[in-house]
C-alpha cells in the first residue's frame, strides 16, 4: 500500500504541478532522504540480513550517496576517496554535466543499496517513483539523463570497492566449531542457531587500521565455583536484575531489543517476529536527529554516511572480540550451574557473549552523530513504535548510548562487565572515525 500511494502521489503531481518547476521541493528536501533509507532498513529487515551484514548494506549505500553530494559541493565537503581503506577513486561528474546532486544522491544510495542486498529489483519501484517525480515536477530532461548516469557512475565505484572487503570469501569459511568447554560459547534456545559470522574480523576495516586496532581487555575468568569471583559475582548480578525486572527497566531492555528475526514458540506452533536490526534503529535515529536540528539536504546525507561507517567498524572490533573469547551466554552458564529453568527477558542472540555488539555500534554511532549534528540534541526515538514498543527521549545521542548499556544487561543477554567494556570501546572507534575523516570543510 505505502508503495502504491508513494507512486499515485508522483502520478498526481503530472495533473496538479505548476508550469514552474518545483522539483527541488521534493528531491531536495532531506525528509526524503530519510526516508530513502528508511526503504532499504525495510529491505534489509525483510530479506533476515544479520546486524552485522545489515552495517555493511548500510555502510555502502549511505557512502555513495555521500560521494555524490561531495562531488557536488567540493567547496563545502571532501570525497572520501584516499580516506577509506581501499577507496582510492570514484567517479567525477564529466564537465558541463547538468547534474541536480541531490537527486543523484538519492539515486546512488539506492543503486547500492540494491546490489548489496537482495533480490534484484528489491528497490526499483522506489527508484522508478522517483523518477517519475523528476520528471512531472518540472526537472529538465537533460539534468535527469545526466544525474541518472552519475548516479549509477558513482554507485559503479562504489561497488567495485565493496568487492574487494572480503565478503565473499568468508561466505565459505568454515563455520563455529562447537564444543562443551567450560565457559566456551555453545547455541541457546528457542532455535538453537549456529554462531553468526565467526570471520567478520577478516573484513577489511574503513577507518580503523585493522581488526585488531582497539584490543579490549580479557573478560573476567570462567569461575562459578568460588561464590566470590568476578565471573560468579557477574552471573548472580545479571540472574538477581532479571528476576526483578521493573516495568521502567523492561521497556528499556525491549526498546533496544532489536533482534531482527525473533522465533516464537508456542507448542508446536513457530513463527519469526522481525524489527530493525541495531544498525537499522541507529540509521532511524540519524533521521530522527536531522529533522529536529532541521538539518539541510547534505547535512543529513554526511550524517547518515559518517554514521554508517562507524557502525561498519565497531561490528568489526567487537566480532572479533567475540571470536577471539569465545564466552557463554548468561543463560548458558545460569541453566547449567544455577537453575535450568531461567530464561533471560530477551531471547538470546546466537553468537558469543563477549563484546556486546550492539553497546559497542551504540557508543561508535553516537559519536559520528555528535560530530556531525551536535552534542544535547534533545530528541524522542520513535523508531520502535511500528514494531508495538512506545518512544523514549533523551538528552542526547550519547545519553542513548549509555542507556543502551543497561538494556543489554536488563535484558538479560550481556553481564555487566561486558556492556561497559563495550561501550568504552565502541566510542573509541567513534572517536577514530570522527577525528580520521575529514568529511564537511
Same mark, same amino acid.
Given at each position: 500500500?505505502?508503495?502504491?500511494?508513494?507512486?499515485?502521489?508522483?502520478?498526481?503531481?503530472?495533473?496538479?504541478?505548476?508550469?514552474?518547476?518545483?522539483?527541488?521541493?521534493?528531491?531536495?528536501?532531506?525528509?526524503?532522504?530519510?526516508?530513502?533509507?528508511?526503504?532499504?532498513?525495510? @529491505?534489509?529487515?525483510g530479506?533476515?540480513?544479520?546486524? $552485522?551484514?545489515? +552495517?555493511?548494506?548500510y *555502510?555502502? &549505500?549511505s557512502? %555513495?550517496?555521500?560521494?555524490?553530494?561531495?562531488?557536488?559541493?567540493?567547496?563545502?565537503?571532501?570525497?572520501?576517496?584516499?580516506q577509506?581503506?581501499?577507496?582510492?577513486?570514484?567517479?567525477?561528474?564529466?564537465?558541463?554535466?547538468?547534474?541536480?546532486?541531490?537527486?543523484?544522491?538519492?539515486?546512488?544510495?539506492?543503486k547500492?543499496?540494491?546490489?548489496?542486498?537482495?533480490?534484484?529489483?528489491?528497490?526499483?519501484?522506489?527508484?522508478?517513483?522517483?523518477?517519475?517525480?523528476? @520528471?512531472?515536477?518540472?526537472m529538465?530532461?537533460?539534468? $535527469?539523463?545526466? +544525474?541518472e548516469?552519475? *548516479?549509477? &557512475?558513482?554507485? %559503479?565505484?562504489?561497488?567495485?570497492?565493496?568487492?574487494?572487503?572480503?565478503?565473499?570469501?568468508?561466505?565459505?569459511?568454515?563455520?563455529?566449531?562447537?564444543?562443551?568447554?567450560?565457559?566456551?560459547?555453545?547455541?541457546?534456545?528457542?532455535?538453537?542457531?549456529e554462531?553468526?559470522?565467526?570471520?567478520?574480523?577478516?573484513?577489511?576495516?574503513?577507518?580503523?587500521?585493522?581488526?585488531?586496532?582497539?584490543?579490549?581487555?580479557?573478560?573476567?575468568?570462567?569461575?562459578?565455583?568460588?561464590?566470590?569471583?568476578?565471573?560468579?559475582?557477574?552471573?548472580?548480578?545479571?540472574?538477581?536484575?532479571?528476576?526483578?525486572?521493573?516495568?521502567?527497566?523492561?521497556?528499556?531492555?525491549?526498546?533496544?531489543?532489536?533482534?531482527?528475526?525473533?522465533?516464537?514458540?508456542?507448542?508446536?506452533?513457530?513463527?519469526?517476529?522481525?524489527?530493525?536490526?541495531?544498525?537499522?534503529?541507529?540509521?532511524?535515529?540519524?533521521?530522527?536527529?536531522?529533522?529536529?536540528?532541521?538539518?539541510?539536504?547534505?547535512?543529513?546525507?554526511?550524517?547518515?554516511?559518517?554514521?554508517a561507517?562507524?557502525?561498519?567498524?565497531?561490528?568489526?572490533?567487537?566480532?572479533?572480540?567475540?571470536?577471539?573469547?569465545?564466552?557463554?551466554?548468561?543463560?548458558?552458564?545460569?541453566?547449567?550451574?544455577?537453575?535450568?529453568?531461567?530464561?533471560?527477558?530477551?531471547?538470546?542472540?546466537?553468537?558469543?557473549?563477549?563484546?556486546?555488539?550492539?553497546?559497542?555500534?551504540?557508543?561508535?554511532?553516537?559519536?559520528?552523530?555528535?560530530?556531525?549534528?551536535?552534542?544535547?540534541?534533545?530528541?524522542?526515538?520513535?523508531?520502535?513504535?511500528?514494531?508495538?514498543?512506545?518512544?523514549?527521549?533523551?538528552?542526547?545521542?550519547?545519553?542513548?548510548?549509555?542507556?543502551?548499556?543497561?538494556?543489554?544487561?536488563?535484558?538479560?543477554?550481556?553481564?555487566?562487565?561486558?556492556?561497559?567494556?563495550?561501550?568504552?570501546?565502541?566510542?573509541?572507534?567513534?572517536?577514530?572515525?570522527?577525528?580520521?575523516?575529514?568529511?564537511?570543510?
Amino acid at each position: 500500500m505505502r508503495r502504491f500511494l508513494f507512486f499515485m502521489l508522483a502520478v498526481m503531481g503530472f495533473f496538479t504541478s505548476c508550469k514552474k518547476p518545483d522539483y527541488k521541493n521534493i528531491l531536495h528536501d532531506p525528509a526524503l532522504y530519510s526516508r530513502t533509507v528508511h526503504e532499504l532498513n525495510g @529491505v534489509v529487515m525483510g530479506n533476515n540480513f544479520t546486524p $552485522v551484514v545489515a +552495517s555493511r548494506n548500510y *555502510a555502502y &549505500a549511505s557512502i %555513495a550517496g555521500y560521494e555524490v553530494i561531495a562531488a557536488g559541493q567540493p567547496d563545502q565537503y571532501k570525497s572520501l576517496a584516499g580516506q577509506l581503506n581501499g577507496l582510492k577513486t570514484v567517479a567525477r561528474p564529466a564537465s558541463g554535466e547538468n547534474i541536480d546532486y541531490q537527486y543523484a544522491a538519492l539515486l546512488a544510495f539506492c543503486k547500492v543499496g540494491e546490489a548489496v542486498t537482495f533480490p534484484e529489483g528489491s528497490l526499483k519501484y522506489y527508484t522508478d517513483s522517483l523518477h517519475q517525480i523528476a @520528471v512531472t515536477h518540472g526537472m529538465p530532461d537533460d539534468m $535527469v539523463t545526466s +544525474s541518472e548516469k552519475y *548516479a549509477k &557512475a558513482v554507485a %559503479a565505484s562504489i561497488m567495485a570497492w565493496s568487492k574487494k572487503d572480503n565478503y565473499l570469501k568468508t561466505r565459505s569459511a568454515p563455520k563455529f566449531a562447537i564444543n562443551d568447554s567450560a565457559g566456551r560459547w555453545v547455541p541457546t534456545p528457542p532455535a538453537y542457531s549456529e554462531a553468526v559470522e565467526p570471520h567478520w574480523s577478516e573484513i577489511r576495516t574503513m577507518v580503523m587500521h585493522n581488526a585488531k586496532e582497539y584490543s579490549v581487555p580479557p573478560p573476567p575468568v570462567f569461575n562459578v565455583k568460588d561464590k566470590n569471583s568476578k565471573y560468579c559475582k557477574e552471573v548472580i548480578y545479571i540472574k538477581n536484575t532479571v528476576d526483578s525486572l521493573n516495568a521502567e527497566q523492561a521497556h528499556i531492555a525491549d526498546f533496544w531489543d532489536d533482534n531482527p528475526g525473533k522465533l516464537n514458540v508456542s507448542g508446536h506452533v513457530m513463527f519469526v517476529t522481525k524489527k530493525f536490526s541495531p544498525p537499522g534503529h541507529w540509521l532511524s535515529i540519524v533521521g530522527i536527529g536531522a529533522k529536529k536540528v532541521n538539518a539541510d539536504f547534505n547535512t543529513t546525507v554526511c550524517a547518515y554516511a559518517k554514521t554508517a561507517i562507524a557502525l561498519f567498524d565497531a561490528f568489526i572490533e567487537s566480532w572479533t572480540a567475540k571470536y577471539i573469547y569465545k564466552t557463554a551466554r548468561p543463560e548458558t552458564i545460569i541453566n547449567k550451574y544455577f537453575d535450568p529453568n531461567w530464561r533471560p527477558h530477551l531471547q538470546t542472540p546466537p553468537f558469543p557473549e563477549y563484546t556486546c555488539g550492539h553497546c559497542t555500534i551504540s557508543a561508535a554511532a553516537a559519536e559520528a552523530l555528535t560530530s556531525v549534528l551536535g552534542d544535547k540534541v534533545a530528541y524522542t526515538d520513535t523508531s520502535e513504535l511500528e514494531f508495538g514498543i512506545k518512544n523514549r527521549s533523551f538528552k542526547s545521542f550519547r545519553d542513548a548510548a549509555n542507556e543502551n548499556v543497561l538494556a543489554r544487561f536488563y535484558g538479560g543477554i550481556h553481564f555487566h562487565n561486558s556492556c561497559v567494556v563495550s561501550n568504552n570501546f565502541g566510542k573509541a572507534v567513534g572517536d577514530s572515525v570522527v577525528w580520521k575523516l575529514v568529511m564537511k570543510k
